[in-house]
């Protein structure tokens, strides 16, 4: 069925580091990919899609490539602020409007 | 344009209760899921809703159930409460079926005592 895994944290980096979560999901079809961002206490964000391949989405200085050949959809900021810290999750689109999500990946920016 | 509103956001019921939560999507979306999300099973697709028909299901037990009004506001219910349904239920809403952006509103903390 429709998986998504992306890497387990905690992710403890310090202030204006480059962060990378790795993302890959099961390649049932095209599906749209997204990344959503909690904060403590709160729902989820939408911080960045991309609906085919090649697609990069980019949103608040994070990025990410849909990698149809790796089945990936890596997250990226290339200078972390501590503002940036929150559990974020990888999720790929299937039938409808049914979300399947990743464990979810928990950062830590440290000043 | 408001968000995604969830009413209660917090919540305590005892062994076999029965609660309803509310959703109030967007200002004219038309879909309308909702998720669970606990720290063990982290966050599981419960239902969808759209032009008040269940579109979709996830594989939980039909204790769980939803509807939606003409309005798009949805509700779901959850009868003969046991401790594993203790989780943040989240609602989510977008324009309609094809555009896949799906906005989340705060959640509603149930805890099953």
């Known amino acids: 069925g429709d998986s998504v895994t992306q890497m387990e944290g905690p992710v403890t980096l310090s202030e204006e580091a480059f962060l990378t979560i790795n993302c890959t999901y099961t390649?049932?079809?095209?599906?749209?990919l997204f990344w959503y961002v909690q904060y403590p206490g709160e729902g989820l964000q939408l911080l960045l899609k991309?609906?085919?391949?090649?697609d990069k989405g980019s949103n608040k200085g994070f990025e990410a490539t849909y990698r149809k050949e790796t089945t990936s959809f890596h997250l990226e900021k290339g200078s972390v602020q501590v503002s940036d810290s929150a559990v974020y999750f990888c999720?790929?689109?299937?039938?409808?409007?049914?979300?399947?999500f990743g464990g979810g990946t928990r950062v830590l920016v440290k000043p | 344009k408001a968000g995604v509103t969830q009413t209660p956001r917090y919540l305590i019921k005892t062994r076999g209760q029965q609660v309803t939560l509310s959703c109030s999507p967007i200002?004219?979306?038309?879909?309308v899921s909702w998720y669970q999300q606990t720290p063990g099973q982290g966050l599981q697709f419960l239902f969808e809703?759209?032009?008040?028909?269940?579109?979709n299901k996830g594989n939980f037990p039909g204790r769980f159930s939803g509807r939606q009004f003409s309005n798009s506001r949805s509700e779901m219910n959850v009868s003969t409460l046991e401790l594993g349904d203790s989780a943040l239920y989240l609602c989510?809403?977008?324009?309609?079926?094809?555009?896949?952006?799906?906005?989340f509103g705060p959640g509603t903390r149930l805890t099953v005592t």
């Open positions: 989510a809403s977008s324009l309609d079926r094809v555009d896949y952006e799906q906005y």
């Open positions: 390649a049932t079809g095209y599906p749209s």
């Open positions: 991309a609906t085919k391949a090649d």
């Open positions: 999720a790929r689109a299937a039938a409808g409007n049914k979300l399947t």
């Open positions: 200002s004219g979306h038309r879909s």
């Open positions: 809703y759209f032009s008040e028909t269940q579109r």
